[in-house]
Nanobody, 126 residues
């Protein structure tokens, strides 16, 4: 089991930037893929980005590709989500999640992630 704590959310104007962090403890951090998901009110949780255990491969939802960057620092047991050019439709609670295996496979969904953080609110005003 791994414990995850997100930070870095907040209120930002459209076009602005935020950097989310997720600190992990417990299971060996470098042994599993990490992901970011988000959930807006009245909507299902959706995939945002994922990164393999080495950090060498990253994956993004089409809605954020080119604007968001996921990265990890295995020495610090932390995964990051840099969000640039934010839009009002990015408003949601953002969750980090630990994968059940080292590799993220395209199409993997919430069920493929075994541990979740409590979430951090991101609000983008127009």
């Amino acid at each position: 089991q791994v414990q995850l704590v997100e930070s870095g959310g907040g209120l930002v104007q459209a076009g602005g930037s935020l950097r989310l962090s997720c600190a992990a403890s417990g299971r060996t951090f470098s042994s599993y893929a990490m992901g970011w998901f988000r959930q807006a009110p009245g909507k299902e949780r959706e995939f945002v980005a994922a990164i393999n255990w080495t950090g060498s491969n990253t994956y993004y939802a089409s809605s954020v590709k080119g604007r968001f960057t996921i990265s990890r620092d295995n020495a610090k047991n932390t995964v990051y989500l840099q969000m640039n050019s934010l839009k009002p439709e990015d408003t949601a609670v953002y969750y980090c999640a630990a994968g059940r295996r080292p590799i993220y496979y395209s199409g993997d969904g919430p069920a493929d992630f075994g541990s979740w953080g409590q979430g951090t609110q991101v609000t983008v005003s127009s």
